[in-house]
T-cell receptor, first 114, second 112 residues
Framework: DAEITQSPRHKITETGRQVTLACHQTWNHNNMFWYRQDLGHGLRLIHYSYGVHDTNKGEVSDGYSVSRSNTEDLPLTLESAASSQTSVYFC?????????????FGPGTRLTVL | DQQVKQNSPSLSVQEGRISILNCDYTNSMFDYFLWYKKYPAEGPTFLISISSIKDKNEDGRFTVFLNKSAKHLSLHIVPSQPGDSAVYFCAAFRGYGNKLVFGAGTILRVKS
């Protein structure tokens, strides 16, 4: 069955370190998204991609970067981790950007920055 | 500026009764609305949606109502079951790019 996976599921790091969170989907979806979930804010969009070599900034992109070298993967990199980036991170994918389409979410990565 | 608001952080309902979760939005350009359900330690999963050209959409025990003039939508769960206990997110879509704007979520607890 097609799925979307994230790794690691839990990560503890120190302020200033570079961290990369992995997202891999086997749906063959063109669109991939990264969100963070924080209490009182719901899910906020960090970065998104509509296809290979395409990346776009979301509403909370500062301090994060992504790259899309193939259809299946969209890794999220925190260049220099800050305590404000402690959060739960979700990756999602969907088939088309032309019109609304259901987004399928991964299980999440809980990141703690000390 | 939160464009999608879920003003009730939590809701507690007795098993068998109706659960009503509310969502308000500020952007009149939103033309599609979705509800996602999330269990602890899992990702959100799609539950039900409604287009702005409709005022009601039903799927089994779940019904979503849309009041465009009030910029308000609600999710009704009848009858509520303990397995419905989860966080429910309201999300809105603006007609291009498949980007969703989410509310803060409402924790639903269904007591048996």
């Amino acid at each position: 069955d097609a799925e979307i996976t994230q790794s690691p599921r839990h990560k503890i790091t120190e302020t200033g370190r570079q961290v990369t969170l992995a997202c891999h989907q086997t749906w063959n979806h063109n669109n991939m998204f990264w969100y963070r979930q924080d209490l009182g804010h719901g899910l906020r969009l960090i970065h998104y991609s509509y296809g290979v070599h395409d990346t776009n900034k979301g509403e909370v992109s500062d301090g994060y970067s992504v790259s899309r070298s193939n259809t299946e993967d969209l890794p999220l990199t925190l260049e220099s981790a800050a305590s404000s980036q402690t959060s739960v991170y979700f990756c999602a994918s969907s088939a088309t950007s032309s019109g609304v389409d259901t987004q399928y979410f991964g299980p999440g990565t809980r990141l703690t920055v000390l | 500026d939160q464009q999608v608001k879920q003003n009730s952080p939590s809701l507690s309902v007795q098993e068998g009764r109706i659960s009503i979760l509310n969502c308000d939005y500020t952007n009149s350009m939103f033309d599609y609305f979705l509800w996602y359900k999330k269990y602890p330690a899992e990702g959100p999963t799609f539950l039900i949606s409604i287009s702005s050209i409709k005022d009601k959409n039903e799927d089994g025990r779940f019904t979503v109502f849309l009041n465009k003039s009030a910029k308000h939508l609600s999710l009704h769960i009848v009858p509520s079951q303990p397995g419905d206990s989860a966080v429910y997110f309201c999300a809105a879509f603006r007609g291009y790019g498949n980007k969703l704007v989410f509310g803060a979520g409402t924790i639903l607890r269904v007591k048996s």
